[in-house]
């Protein structure tokens, strides 16, 4: 199996551009997950998807962030506009079964955002 | 919320010695696991343990939830055992994960 592929591995971009994060999870899973890293903030949980239903999306940090999952093969994670302060490593997580702490993840290499 | 408390921040260890790091919580939680992120970024799944003892391999981890710690056992240090090792729990009544602030492992040949 691949395991979790995240695309693009690099993002560079300015102010206001808009930026789309794509994830593919690993075949046959039924749980997806989106986690944003910064040295401030450590890891956080943003939203995560059973059966490609958003289930908790506290985590997002305000409205210019929105993820979907249209099919159980594909998300996408956009922000619109994007700002400095968006710049982070975006992990991407599945797993085979439901809830939050009690699977076991599999974690994509992550993709690296610069937002100038 | 919960807060999610790892120690010691650092440690540096020479090859073959043993290690112990813990993970304090500050409420009640469904479940804890442990996490462990490579020199390169990639990051892992180690355990999910709510309470008692799991071991693989040359590492273990406990949980006593009762007291709200666990720690995580390395055993036999290797180089590539080199990383920051996460907690993070599943507080009850809610559905998030919510991280500890890691240990920054190095392990020296």
């Known amino acids: 199996d691949a395991g979790v592929i995240q695309s693009p591995r690099h993002e560079v971009t300015e102010m206001g551009q808009e930026v789309t994060l794509r994830c593919k999870p690993i075949s046959g899973h039924n749980s997806l997950f989106w986690y944003r890293q910064t040295m401030m903030r450590g890891l956080e949980l943003l939203i995560y998807f059973n059966n490609n239903v958003p289930i908790d999306d506290s985590g997002m940090p305000e409205d210019r962030f929105s993820a979907k999952m249209p099919n159980a093969s594909f998300s996408t994670l956009k922000i619109q506009p994007s700002e400095p302060r968006d710049s982070a490593v975006y992990f991407c997580a599945s797993s085979l079964g439901y809830g939050i702490g009690s699977v076991t993840q599999y974690f994509g290499p992550g993709t690296r955002l610069l937002v100038l | 919320g919960i807060q999610v408390e790892q120690s010691p921040p650092d440690l540096i260890l020479q090859e073959g010695a043993n290690s112990t790091l813990r993970c304090n919580f500050s409420?009640?939680?469904?479940?804890l696991q442990w996490f462990h992120q490579n020199p390169w970024g990639q990051l892992i799944n180690l355990f999910y343990i709510p309470s008692g003892t799991k071991q693989n391999g040359r590492l273990s981890a406990t949980t006593v939830a009762t007291e709200r710690y666990s720690l995580l056992y390395i055993s036999s240090s290797q180089t590539t055992d080199s990383g920051v090792y996460f907690c993070a729990v599943d507080p009850y009544n809610t559905d998030k994960l919510i991280f500890g602030t890691g240990t920054r492992l190095q392990v020296f040949p």
């Open positions: 409420d009640s939680v469904n479940n």
